[in-house]
Every structure is written in C-alpha cells, then in structure tokens.
T-cell receptor, first 114, second 114 residues
C-alpha cells in the first residue's frame, strides 16, 4: 500500500529566504517520487522526480529534493524564494509496478511575502 | 502540439443531468489518466488507459461514471445522474511509455452541480 503525507498545509516565507516543503511517504515497493506545482488556473507542472537514481534531485526553477529512504522522506527545498513561487505544491508517490498509479498528497500552499 | 487539452473548462449542471468531458492527450502519448480534485485536496486517481484499453479503475469510479478512449487518442468521461458531491475539478493527464515518466496534465474541467 502506498501513502503520502505532506506535513504542512500552508507555508509562508519571505522573498529571498529558503523554502522547505515536507513530504513523507510509504510504499510497499520501490517508489518513484515526484513534486508537482499548481498555479491558479494552470495545469499541474512537474518540478522534479526521483526514480531510483541519484538521491538528490534537481528540478526546475531552482528547486531540489532529497530522497531519504531511512526517513521515508522526500522534502522539497529552494535556497531563495521568489514571489512567482507562490502556488500549491503536491508530493506524489508512484509504485514501480506498472502504469502510473499515483497517490497525491493533500498539497502545501506556499505563500511568499514581499 | 500544445499539450493536454480538456473541454469544456467549466461546466455547471443541474443535479440529475448527465455530463461528458473530453480530453485530448499529447499525440504520441499512449497512456491517459483521469483524476478528480476537490477543494483543498490533491488529485485522486480515477482510471487510466493504455491505448484504447482501460486498464485500471479506482473504487472512486462509481457505476455512474464511465470513461472511454475508443481509438486510443482522445478520451471522454461521462457522469450520469450527477449529484452535488460530483462537483470537483476533473483532470486528465497523459504519459509516454515506459512507466513513471513525467505526466503532462491538462488544465482540467471544473464541474459544478447545482
């Protein structure tokens, strides 16, 4: 069975400060993990993915995430927040057993203050 | 190709009416997925197709819901006898084999049942 928990429903940061969005997962199989971003009135966009290669994954717009198997975590970080980063972020786990059966987290809304 | 296209973008219907949504995936993608997203939640998997074959359906997909992909290209999702609880954003995504590659999402169809 799979599950994913995003530990914060809302995160607020000031522009120029670091961003940390936390995600814990559980999976019976070797998982693939993703972070997607959803801006208002726009489709979901992939930020980055982990598929059993390097544990530190770099994505678009300066985001990165580290897969930590011992902690079953896949936290998303960015060194310096920009106003345009304000959006909803989803952590996603997928089983490597075929198809793209995915479980989305409930989402974390990121607010960026000027 | 401009990505995954969904029509209509918005649909308001009266309870008890039938509605049908359309999804046009990226042309070379052979896998197509439907998700439902309610306010404050992450997308929930409904069903997916590989070419014209519907390979998996979630328990969320009651018998009032039916999805088709007759020629392995576009897909339709029909909801019969709509209920207020069906109000949600319906998202379509497509991927290209192999599994667990990036899913490209459409902007969704927002259904409001009044």
């Amino acid at each position: 069975a799979q599950s994913v928990t995003q530990l914060d429903s809302h995160v607020s940061v000031s522009e120029g400060t670091p961003v940390l969005l936390r995600c814990n997962y559980s999976s019976s199989y070797s998982p693939s993990l993703f972070w997607y971003v959803q801006h208002p009135n726009k489709g979901l966009q992939l930020l980055l993915k982990y598929t059993s290669a390097a544990t530190l994954v770099k994505g678009i717009n300066g985001f990165e995430a580290e897969f930590k198997k011992s902690e079953t975590s896949f936290h998303l970080t960015k060194p310096s927040a920009h106003m345009s980063d304000a959006a909803e972020y989803f952590c996603v786990v997928s089983q490597n057993t075929g198809g793209f059966k995915t479980i989305f987290g409930a989402g974390t809304r990121l607010f960026v203050k000027a | 190709d401009t990505g995954v296209s969904q029509n209509p973008r918005h649909k308001i219907t009266k309870r008890g009416q039938n509605v049908t949504f359309r999804c046009d995936p990226i042309s070379e993608h052979n896998r197509l997925y439907w998700y439902r997203q309610t306010l404050g939640q992450g997308p929930e998997f409904l069903t997916y197709f590989q070419n014209e074959a519907q390979l998996e359906k979630s328990r969320l997909l009651s018998d009032r819901f039916s999805a088709e992909r007759p020629k392995g290209s576009f897909s339709t999702l029909e909801i019969q006898r709509t209920e207020q609880g069906d109000s949600a954003m319906y998202l379509c995504a497509s991927t290209q084999s192999p599994m667990n590659t990036e899913a490209f999402f459409g902007q969704g169809t927002r259904l409001t049942v009044v």
